[in-house]
């Protein structure tokens, strides 16, 4: 806005800048979709959606593979912490990379909820890599699918919530099939361990936190995706490489992926980049659809990297998984019809009752005509 005074008539003119003329990086983005430098603003929303839902399937599924395909490697299982630390320093250099592409460099989130967003992501990322070591990649993601159970009882214990019928149905659903899915496993897998149950858990209830985190940092201060990825995981790498040099546990992992340079930092290399991709579609969801909807899509997405786990890497199978998987199942369809009620209009018995009736009477009067 460019103001001129002149002397002689003492008047002000106002010139406010067209729409083509640079004005504030921050006004100028409200609107845009950006995702791994492409805008996604010129799609409309169904399209946007199902682009994301695509990006997130595709990558997320690679990643899972890969990510089994590392703890495959004979010797790799005690190194679950620093697999999540080279996955955060490529994280943040793709972060870097991408930041560098787009018009606005600025920082918009305030530190401290960096930091808080960095420890959620370091206790959901490490533990869930390191429970690996201990649990089939299964049970792992059954395990995942069931982030309800710790947001209800959060709010049960600590804000004093109460819930419907069909969230309550839907984290008893979910409960049974864990305790289900976890017995069946731990009959027949060898590598079985309790620990990698309470590794899981903590990351279950991180996890549980962090995408309500996220949508409200990223809507309050209009962040972009690429931003919230360096600085989350590039705080989170200092925090992971301060625990791991207290703990003496860096050396022995790094002359470990030392001597198999291509199977542990080859694969971790496309881990991370499947990933990277993979998380910056799911921020998109998570900024323009909301948080509920992000986390539909991606349980759909690690229901359907259990069938291709047991699809490309052999392991011991029973049909306990499939049944305590569909209770799974069941939990987020109960989940999901409770936040959307307005939307999704199940029938009643009595409507049911109705209608069978009235299929009976056509039919009846069909064959009398």
Not at 10 to 27: L, N
Not at 94 to 110: A, N, T, V
Not at 156 to 162: A, N, P
Request: with cysteine.
């Amino acid at each position: 806005m460019d103001l001129k005074f002149n002397n002689s008539r003492k008047y002000i003119s106002i010139t406010v800048p067209s729409k083509t003329q640079t004005m504030s990086p921050h006004i100028k983005s409200i609107d845009d979709i950006v995702v791994l430098g492409i805008n996604l603003s010129r799609f409309n929303k169904l399209t946007q959606f199902f682009i994301c839902v695509a990006g997130v399937f595709v990558f997320y599924l690679i990643y899972g593979y890969l990510q089994e395909l590392i703890f495959s490697v004979e010797g790799f299982k005690p190194y679950g912490w620093y697999l999540t630390l080279v996955q955060f320093a490529f994280y943040s250099i793709f972060g870097l990379i991408e930041l560098q592409i787009i018009q606005d460099k600025r920082r918009r989130i305030p530190g401290k909820t960096y930091m808080i967003i960095a420890f959620l992501t370091v206790g959901t990322m490490g533990l869930s890599n390191t429970s690996l070591g201990y649990l089939n990649y299964p049970t792992q993601v059954i395990f995942k699918c069931c982030k309800l159970i710790p947001v209800m009882l959060g709010g049960v214990f600590i804000q004093g919530k109460r819930y419907n019928v069909a969230d309550v149905s839907a984290a008893v659903c979910m409960s049974l099939g864990l305790i289900w899915f976890t017995l069946a496993d731990s009959t027949i897998a060898p590598n079985f361990n309790l620990t990698g149950v309470i590794l899981i858990s903590l990351a279950l209830c991180a996890d549980a936190v962090i995408g309500n985190v996220q949508e409200k940092a990223m809507k309050l201060h209009n962040a972009s995706n690429s931003e919230m990825v360096l600085y989350s995981y590039s705080i989170g790498f200092v925090y992971i490489l301060l625990g791991l040099t207290c703990t003496s546990g860096l050396g022995p992992a790094v002359t470990f992926c030392s001597k198999n340079l291509m199977r542990t930092y080859g694969y971790a290399f496309l881990f991370s980049l499947t990933g990277y991709f993979g998380i910056s579609f799911v921020l998109a969801l998570i900024k323009n659809f909301g948080a509920l909807l992000a986390v539909t899509v991606t349980t759909g997405r690690k229901a359907m990297t259990i069938v291709l786990s047991f699809i490309f890497f052999a392991k011991p199978f029973t049909f306990q998984y499939i049944w305590s998987g569909l209770l799974v199942v069941l939990g987020i369809f109960l989940n999901v019809y409770s936040k959307n009620k307005d939307k999704i209009k199940l029938p009643s018995i009595y409507d049911l009752i109705n209608k069978t009736v009235e299929v009976k009477k056509s039919r009846t009067l069909a064959q009398t005509v």
